[in-house]
């Protein structure tokens, strides 16, 4: 799958500056075990042509799926067509161009229009040539489409069903990139990674001065966002605009936590289990009443991360620095014996089913916080996002239906002495309930 940008015209030379790549060097990075490539084929005062492409890993995709013995994986034309995988792989290559962020000597070249042709494929799609052409001629482009030539003496088809885009138009380097970033996944409406609020943001931030405009915008949400709950709006409200930006679904269970913690009378030390960048444990430190956090993270990289967002509030009065532990929940720590609140916060749909008793044993038994607070998705709320059938995250071992979360809490109750009680996080659907599903457990005699 690759990507060719071609340029002629005047003040050739300053595009290289936007894209910052040499043209005298051949750019190669491995992103998610895939090889991604970028090399000037020509490059003068008066022509440039760049070609980018990605070798895929098939085995690799494989490995991050649910579904690893299905030999469809290793034939599945979606490893090689231009794609939404494809513009992932590339969006950090071309991250100075699509932000319009070169070196402050460049800058005003920014704004600056030049002939480009843009080709790119091949693409696997159900929209027909006049479809395609609909989404790149209102934008200004002249438009061709090309069919793969069969080579094969066997097949009797004189042509693939390949195709290849080429568009012509007159434009700055970041708007066309942009453009071409919003469309491919348009063209070919499969996924492969969970999309959410996040994607209205990256249609906001790509899709400013031109999308808002587009004749087929609705056509553009639909296949971008996918689902219901962020372009439905748009069909009912015929609205010009994008739809109004969500609070993050994340975001909104950080709140809700750091609501359940305020409200608790004993809160003066925390453990936030699974912590990763330390977003929530960040939040924390701004908690009043709360004197420590415990941090417990067993990936060093994410450890890495949260010191960084740690370190940028050192100094500030009213912050309780998270203290940072390397741990699991399989393992007893000494440490972390009778704290305040303990939070697993999304953590425990990343363990294997046979093996959460022991790590629910290891907290209720063994730590015994005075309260425990649990969050997991509600495998009912993904008909909502059109995905019945499938996981939120490829790492999920499981998700619960609100009746087996609250079976499941209920068992945990067998032994020990705990109160507990539910909440949900997120826009309530009449039907399927909240996106997310938390307890509160509270130990008997704090209860009381």
Same mark, same amino acid.
């Not at 949260?306 to 100094?315: C, D, Q, S, T, W």
């Not at 959460?356 to 709320?381: C, G, H, W």
């Given at each position: 799958?690759?990507?060719?940008?071609?340029?002629?015209?005047?003040?050739?030379?300053?595009?290289?500056?936007?894209?910052?790549?040499?043209?005298?060097?051949?750019?190669?990075?491995?992103?998610?075990?895939?090889?991604?490539?970028?090399?000037?084929?020509?490059?003068?005062?008066?022509?440039?042509?760049?070609?980018?492409?990605?070798?895929?890993?098939? @085995?690799?995709?494989?490995?991050?799926?649910?579904?690893?013995?299905?030999?469809?994986?290793?034939?599945?034309?979606?490893?090689?067509?231009?794609?939404?995988?494809?513009?992932?792989?590339?969006?950090?290559?071309?991250?100075?161009? @699509?932000?319009?962020?070169?070196?402050?000597?460049?800058?005003?070249?920014?704004?600056?229009?030049?002939?480009?042709?843009?080709?790119?494929?091949?693409?696997?799609?159900?929209?027909?040539?006049?479809? /395609?052409?609909?989404?790149?001629?209102?934008?200004?482009?002249?438009?061709?489409?090309?069919?793969?030539?069969?080579?094969?003496?066997?097949?009797?088809?004189?042509?693939?069903?390949?195709?290849?885009?080429?568009?012509?138009?007159?434009?700055?380097?970041?708007?066309?990139?942009?453009?071409?970033?919003?469309?491919?996944?348009?063209?070919?409406?499969?996924?492969?990674?969970?999309?959410?609020?996040?994607?209205?943001?990256?249609?906001?931030?790509?899709?400013?001065?031109? @999308?808002?405009?587009?004749?087929?915008?609705?056509?553009?949400?639909?296949?971008?966002?996918?689902?219901?709950?962020?372009?439905?709006?748009?069909?009912?409200?015929? @609205?010009?605009?994008?739809?109004?930006?969500?609070?993050?679904?994340?975001?909104?269970?950080?709140?809700?936590?750091?609501?359940?913690?305020?409200?608790?009378?004993?809160?003066?030390?925390?453990?936030?289990?699974?912590?990763?960048?330390?977003?929530?444990?960040?939040?924390?430190?701004?908690?009043?009443?709360?004197?420590?956090?415990?941090?417990?993270?067993?990936?060093?990289?994410?450890?890495?991360?949260?010191?960084?967002?740690?370190?940028?509030?050192?100094?500030?009065?009213?912050?309780?620095?998270?203290?940072?532990?390397?741990?699991?929940?399989?393992?007893?720590?000494?440490?972390?014996?009778?704290?305040?609140?303990?939070?697993?916060?999304?953590?425990?749909?990343?363990?294997?089913?046979?093996?959460?008793?022991?790590?629910?044993?290891?907290?209720?038994?063994?730590?015994?916080?005075?309260?425990? /607070?649990?969050?997991?998705?509600?495998?009912?709320?993904?008909?909502?996002?059109?995905?019945?059938?499938?996981?939120?995250?490829?790492?999920?071992?499981?998700?619960?239906?609100?009746?087996?979360?609250?079976?499941?809490?209920?068992?945990?109750?067998?032994?020990?002495?705990?109160?507990?009680?539910?909440?949900?996080?997120?826009?309530?659907?009449?039907?399927?309930?909240?996106?997310?599903?938390?307890? /509160?457990?509270?130990?008997?005699?704090?209860?009381?």
């Amino acid at each position: 799958m690759q990507l060719t940008i071609k340029a002629t015209g005047n003040h050739i030379t300053e595009l290289s500056h936007l894209l910052a790549k040499n043209p005298n060097n051949l750019y190669e990075r491995k992103q998610k075990e895939h090889i991604v490539r970028i090399f000037y084929e020509t490059f003068n005062h008066s022509e440039l042509k760049m070609t980018t492409y990605v070798v895929p890993d098939s @085995l690799a995709l494989v490995k991050n799926t649910n579904n690893t013995y299905d030999i469809t994986h290793y034939i599945n034309d979606r490893e090689f067509a231009v794609s939404s995988i494809f513009t992932s792989f590339i969006r950090n290559a071309f991250g100075t161009a @699509l932000n319009g962020q070169p070196k402050e000597e460049y800058i005003e070249w920014v704004s600056h229009r030049y002939d480009f042709e843009f080709s790119f494929g091949p693409i696997a799609s159900e929209l027909s040539d006049a479809q /395609i052409q609909s989404l790149f001629e209102p934008l200004g482009y002249k438009v061709q489409i090309e069919y793969g030539e069969t080579n094969y003496q066997f097949n009797m088809k004189e042509r693939s069903t390949a195709r290849f885009i080429n568009i012509e138009g007159n434009v700055t380097l970041q708007t066309g990139l942009r453009q071409i970033f919003v469309l491919i996944p348009v063209i070919d409406n499969y996924k492969h990674y969970f999309i959410d609020e996040t994607e209205v943001e990256k249609l906001e931030r790509y899709g400013e001065g031109w @999308l808002d405009e587009h004749p087929e915008r609705e056509l553009i949400f639909k296949r971008a966002l996918r689902f219901k709950e962020l372009y439905s709006p748009l069909e009912k409200t015929g @609205l010009t605009t994008l739809p109004q930006k969500k609070v993050r679904l994340n975001d909104l269970r950080y709140s809700k936590i750091i609501d359940a913690v305020e409200n608790l009378s004993h809160k003066k030390t925390v453990v936030d289990f699974g912590s990763g960048e330390g977003k929530l444990s960040e939040q924390l430190g701004f908690v009043d009443g709360v004197q420590e956090i415990l941090a417990v993270e067993p990936s060093q990289i994410e450890v890495q991360k949260a010191n960084r967002r740690f370190e940028k509030l050192v100094g500030d009065s009213q912050f309780v620095m998270p203290t940072n532990h390397f741990g699991s929940l399989f393992y007893k720590d000494e440490r972390l014996k009778g704290k305040d609140v303990i939070i697993l916060c999304e953590v425990i749909e990343h363990i294997d089913p046979e093996r959460l008793p022991r790590a629910m044993s290891v907290i209720f038994n063994d730590y015994q916080p005075k309260t425990v /607070i649990i969050t997991t998705p509600n495998r009912e709320y993904n008909s909502v996002y059109d995905m019945d059938d499938k996981k939120r995250h490829n790492d999920h071992r499981f998700e619960w239906t609100r009746r087996e979360f609250q079976q499941w809490c209920a068992n945990r109750m067998e032994n020990i002495h705990y109160n507990f009680k539910f909440d949900g996080i997120g826009e309530e659907h009449p039907q399927f309930g909240h996106s997310t599903q938390m307890c /509160i457990f509270t130990r008997e005699e704090e209860s009381q």
